[in-house]
Each structure stands twice: as structure tokens, then as C-alpha cells.
């Protein structure tokens, strides 16, 4: 996690003042995110070596990664008065937003 993911989360937390279920969305989102992106990054590098590449496996890894990215969701839809669905997907897509902004910064260096 970069010191840009950490600033975004305290600011993100501000939520908390407004509402408690946009600062609880905001918070699982980014926890799950964060769980998420370090899965990735342990399991890519591995799963996707060409001499033993497996379909199966892969298959299975994008199915778990849909289904970890729909726990949230279903959770913050369960219960939308303690977790709201936007916070939780505006936590998704901040991350994704800057993983996209700091992988474009890199290549230009």
C-alpha cells in the first residue's frame, strides 16, 4: 500500500462524520480492496507462469475474485442502514482508480 492509498483511507474516514454507514462502506470497502490487492499480487505471479500454465486454476482465481469482490456488496445490501453500497463501491473504484493513476505515473519515469 502507498502512502497516496493511506491518505485517501483517513480522508475516506471523514465519512464517518457525515454518516456512520458511508464511513462503514467506505472502510470494508478499502479493507477488502486492500485484502484483494495483495491477494493479486502473491497469486499472479505464479498462476500466470507459461511453462505451467493451468486454465482451471485461472478460472478459479477469477471466480474468487468476483466472489470476494461480492461479499461487500451483498453485506452492504443486506444491511444498507449500517453499510452503504455507494461508500463501499466508491472505496472499489478509488482503488482501482489509483492503482491505474500510479502504474501510468511509473511507465513515464
Known amino acids: ?3 497516496l492509498h493511506f491518505v485517501l483511507i483517513i480522508l475516506g474516514s471523514a465519512l464517518f462524520f457525515w454518516d456512520v454507514s458511508y464511513g462503514l462502506g467506505w472502510l470494508i470497502g478499502w479493507i477488502f480492496a486492500g485484502l484483494l490487492r495483495q491477494y493479486r499480487e502473491k497469486i ?9 500454465f493451468s486454465t482451471r486454476k485461472y478460472i478459479a482465481y477469477l471466480l474468487g475474485v468476483v466472489v470476494w469482490i461480492a461479499i461487500p456488496f451483498f ?5 444498507p ?18 492503482m491505474f493513476v500510479m502504474r ?5 519515469t
Do not use: G, Q
Not at 453485506?75 to 444491511?79: E, N, Q, R, V
Not at 442502514?81 to 489509483?98: E, G, M, Q, S
Open 81 to 98: 442502514d449500517y453499510i452503504n453500497p455507494i461508500a463501499v463501491f466508491a472505496a472499489f473504484f478509488a482503488d482501482r482508480a489509483l
Open 104 to 108: 501510468s505515473i511509473r511507465k513515464e
Open 44 to 52: 499472479l505471479d505464479n498462476l500466470i507462469d507459461f511453462d505451467h
Open 1 to 3: 500500500m502507498t502512502k
Open 75 to 79: 453485506i452492504s445490501f443486506l444491511l
